[in-house]
């Protein structure tokens, strides 16, 4: 598990891909910090990382990439650490285009 730095390329991505899942990678956003955890089993992993980190849970989004995949399916908003009716976000996928819109400009700053 890291919380990215600097950016990465799609294919250093895709390597890291090879730990969990292959062809994908997991991800969780905070979209207030402007961070990126990646590389863990679980969402909620990810998500205990930067909690530990000074995140706040409601900034935390998951995400999942898919470095071989063209950029209108690399990335997916889908994990359980999405649902949070206090937030009005009912659901696995991040229902607020304005924070999809977010974690889409945190992922393009970090993966090249």
């Not at 679980?42 to 849970?57: T, Y």
């Not at 908003?77 to 009912?90: A, E, G, K, T």
Request: charged share 35%; no cysteine.
């Amino acid at each position: 598990m890291i919380i990215l730095k600097k950016p990465i390329s799609k294919e250093e991505l895709a390597e890291l891909a090879e730990n969990y899942y292959g062809d994908m990678i997991k991800g969780v956003v905070d979209v207030d910090r402007k961070k990126l955890a990646i590389d863990a089993e679980l969402h909620s992993d990810l998500e205990g990382l930067l909690l530990k980190d000074g995140s706040a849970q409601e900034h935390l989004w998951g995400i999942n990439l898919y470095p071989e995949m063209d950029e209108g399916d690399f990335l997916e908003f889908d994990s359980l650490i999405n649902i949070r009716p206090r937030q009005n976000n009912r659901s696995r996928y991040v229902e607020d285009s304005a924070t999809r819109d977010v974690i889409k400009e945190i992922v393009n700053s970090f993966i090249l």
